[in-house]
C-alpha cells in the first residue's frame, strides 16, 4: 500500500514549475478575494502573483508576455480605480476630511466588530462626518453619493483583479 505523497491531483509537486504555479494559483485566488474583503491587497497581491509565476515558473518565453500584459492591467485599473471615483466625489462635494473619518472609524470598526466593523465604522464614520458638516437633512443623501463612488472603486480593482486572473490562466493554457 504505497502512496505518493509528491503529487496532487496528477501534478507532481516535487517538480518547482508545478510548485510555483500552484502558489501563483493561491495567491491570484487570495488576490481577488482580497479585493472584496479589504484585509488583503487584492490587485497588488494578483500582479505579485503572475510576477512570481513569470520569474520563477518555467513557463518559457510566453511569461514574459503575460506578466507584461497583467502589468498594464494591474497599473491601469489601479489609475482608474483612484480617477474614476475620485472625479465623481468631487462632482458631488463630497471632502477628503469626510473620507479619512470614515477611514479611521472603519479601521476601529474592524477591530471593535469582527467581520462587518470595517463596513459598519465607514458608513457611520461616514455619515457622522457629514453630519457635522452638511447637517442631518443631507447627511444620508451626501453619505449615499460617497459610498456609490467606493463601490465604483471596489467594482474597477475587482474587474482589474479578475482581468489578471484570467490573463494568467490563458498564459498557463498557452505556455
Known amino acids: 500500500m504505497w502512496r ?7 501534478m507532481d509537486l516535487t517538480d518547482s514549475g508545478t510548485t510555483v504555479t500552484l502558489i501563483a494559483g493561491v495567491a491570484l485566488l487570495a488576490g ?10 487584492g490587485l497588488l497581491l494578483c500582479w505579485l502573483a503572475v510576477l512570481l509565476w513569470a520569474v520563477l515558473g ?3 518565453g ?3 508576455v503575460v506578466l507584461a500584459l497583467a502589468t498594464v492591467v494591474a497599473v491601469g485599473g489601479t489609475v482608474v480605480k483612484y480617477l474614476w471615483p475620485g472625479k465623481r466625489l468631487k462632482s458631488t462635494g463630497v471632502p477628503t476630511s469626510s473620507l479619512v473619518i470614515a477611514g479611521v472609524l472603519g479601521i476601529v470598526g474592524f477591530f471593535v466588530v469582527p467581520v462587518v466593523g ?3 465604522g465607514f458608513v457611520g464614520g461616514l455619515w457622522l462626518a457629514e453630519r457635522l458638516r452638511v447637517g442631518p437633512g443631507q447627511a444620508w443623501p451626501s453619505t449615499r453619493h460617497a459610498l456609490g463612488a467606493v463601490g465604483l472603486s471596489l467594482l474597477v480593482e475587482f474587474a482589474a483583479a479578475l482581468g489578471i486572473a ?4 490563458f498564459g498557463l493554457l498557452a505556455t
Not at 505518493?4 to 496528477?10: F, I, M
Not at 484570467?166 to 490562466?169: D, K, L, N
Open 58 to 60: 518555467d513557463a518559457g
Open 4 to 10: 505518493d505523497y509528491g503529487t496532487l491531483g496528477g
Open 166 to 169: 484570467v490573463i494568467w490562466v
Open 32 to 41: 481577488v478575494l482580497g479585493v472584496v474583503i479589504p484585509v488583503l491587497p
Open 62 to 64: 510566453g511569461r514574459w
Open 118 to 120: 470595517l463596513v459598519l
